[in-house]
């Protein structure tokens, strides 16, 4: 059992920390548009890096610097593009709209997206592989994995369908703009940190 919370404290004190993969997690809910597969996706994503993680992939992780080095840059890449769409989306003031007709992506789309701020970003294989494996390693490991893949579970859930909670907020095309430009600024400032390290 202290293995299983020592999992479960540590995946959450990691996975609190605002990122890209978050941001969009928030924006699907307050949007409401796909928002379980979202959440699921990013559960079961972490799920199994954790699981590399504790299974010792950490220690391949860390002797792989070209990987490392490819997911850096091509994270980098992404997350300009996808910071300069949410800054086009804060100019342009159309959330709010869109999410009123209750348009947006398709799932495919949607889904693609979380998927490159999931899997090309070096933050969550550090946070995921390297930091929770070398964590594990003082700790029984399937316990300490079952309690920080709930806490992924946990909280991408509750991100998802909590955003709701900000609706009333979000009625107002202004609140749109902050969070897209607010989207935008973490982004730019995670890509920026990917550039300057390594």
């Known amino acids: 059992m202290n ?3 020592a999992g479960l404290g540590t995946g959450l004190s990691l996975i609190l920390v605002i990122g890209a993969q978050n941001a969009f997690v928030l924006k699907q809910g307050l949007l409401r548009q796909h928002v379980f597969w979202v959440c699921l996706f990013c559960a079961l994503s972490d799920a199994v890096l954790i ?18 080095q490819v997911m850096r840059w091509g994270g980098a890449a992404f997350l300009i593009w996808y910071g300069a769409r949410a800054f086009r989306a804060a100019w ?15 799932l495919a789309a949607t889904i693609g997206t979380v998927a490159a701020l999931t899997w090309l970003n ?45 609706a009333p907020v979000f009625r107002r095309p ?22 300057l390290t390594g």
């Open 92 to 106: 342009r003031g159309d959330t709010a709209l869109r999410a009123g007709r209750g348009g947006g992506a398709t």
């Open 174 to 195: 202004r609140a749109w703009q902050v969070l897209d430009a607010a989207i935008g600024v973490i982004m730019w400032s995670i890509a920026l940190g990917l550039i």
């Open 51 to 68: 699981s590399l993680g504790v299974g010792g992939a950490g220690i391949i992780a860390a002797q792989a610097p070209v990987a490392m």
């Open 122 to 166: 070096p933050h969550v294989w550090l946070d995921t592989v390297v930091l929770l494996g070398a964590v594990s390693a003082s700790h029984e490991g399937a316990p300490f994995a079952a309690g920080a893949i709930t806490a992924s579970f946990l909280f991408f859930f509750a991100l998802g369908y909590g955003a709701r909670l900000l």
């Open 3 to 5: 293995s299983y919370l």
